[in-house]
């Protein structure tokens, strides 16, 4: 069964740092690029950062530019979310996404983990 397990979230102060991992099982990690979005109450579902399959090509939004930095390690079917200088308006809950392109279009989604900036 596919499964995208998302951790790292929680509450932390302005300025700060967080790490979110999603643990991805189930499907061929390699061959799908990893995608992270984030919802806060009342707004639609943004696309945060991007890192494709194979040449792990990285593409963010321009609200987190110079802040946050996604990553992957395919040996541990992982995609990563460094999020450092964490503002207010960071708050939302962060979904793991992956998607594929070829042979097929699959997309999957992980349950969520919560993100709060607050002090």
């Known amino acids: 069964q596919v499964q995208l397990v998302e951790s790292g979230g929680g509450l932390v102060q302005p300025g700060g740092s967080l790490r979110l991992s999603c643990a991805a099982s189930?499907?061929?990690?390699?061959?799908?690029?990893m995608r992270w979005y984030r919802q806060a109450p009342g707004k639609e579902r943004e696309l945060v950062a991007v890192?494709?399959?194979?040449?792990?090509?990285?593409t963010y939004t321009d609200s987190i530019k110079g802040r946050f930095t996604i990553s992957r390690d395919n040996a541990k079917n992982t995609v990563y979310l460094q999020m450092n200088s964490l503002k207010p308006e960071d708050t939302a809950v962060y979904y793991c996404?992956?998607?594929?392109?070829?042979?097929?279009?699959?997309?999957?989604w992980g349950q969520g983990t919560q993100v709060t900036v607050s002090s």
């Open positions: 996404n992956a998607r594929s392109r070829v042979p097929r279009e699959y997309n999957y």
């Open positions: 189930g499907f061929t990690f390699g061959r799908y690029d």
């Open positions: 890192i494709t399959a194979y040449t792990a090509s990285t």
